[in-house]
């Protein structure tokens, strides 16, 4: 079974979404493996998105994503980087399609509720980031 790396973005936390948010996590399958909330410093979201650290908005990205808590979540399914981006929908929930998470409760094209692993390397390199091996191994198999 594959493993994926969500957040539950500053944005949704503040607007009460963690439980709708929840919710269709669990409606499309996947089991949670490890979750814990918490209000990441600026370095530990420069150190999180340090791939973008080129791009023109990673200082506005990592102000936003450490402006309030987030809820960090490690989650199982068949096919699960893909399925879960898959319902996450477009990163400008204004391009995003009916129905998925960012549609219905992103803001804008920063503020967009959650997040997801692009890859399997970077899923694992994410779930790393936040959560221990112990943490990871003592949840659903
Ligand atoms: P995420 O990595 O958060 O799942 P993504 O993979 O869909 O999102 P990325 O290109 O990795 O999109 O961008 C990371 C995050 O940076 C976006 O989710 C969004 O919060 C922010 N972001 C992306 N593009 C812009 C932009 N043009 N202006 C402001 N913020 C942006
Ligand atoms: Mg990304």
Redesign the pocket.
């Known amino acids: 079974m594959e493993k994926t790396f969500a ?1 539950i ?1 500053p944005d949704a936390v503040e607007r009460n979404l963690i439980g709708a948010i929840l919710k269709r996590i669990e409606e499309e399958g996947f089991k949670i493996i490890a979750l814990r909330m918490t209000h990441l410093s600026r370095r530990q979201a420069e150190g999180f ?1 340090y791939v ?1 650290k080129e ?3 990673f200082g ?2 990592t102000a ?1 994503m450490s402006s309030g808590p987030a809820v960090l979540i490690s989650l199982q399914r068949e096919n699960a980087v893909a399925h879960w981006r898959k319902i ?1 929908g ?2 400008n929930p204004e391009e995003a399609e009916a129905g998925t998470i960012r549609k219905d409760f992103g803001v804008n ?4 509720a ?5 890859s399997q390397e970077n899923a694992d390199f994410e779930t790393g980031y936040f959560f221990s091996k112990i943490q990871i191994h003592s949840g659903a198999s």
Request: proline content about 5%.
């Open positions: 957040i973005k998105y973008h791009r023109p908005f506005e990205l936003y996450m477009a990163t094209i920063e503020k967009n959650t997040h997801g692993s692009d």
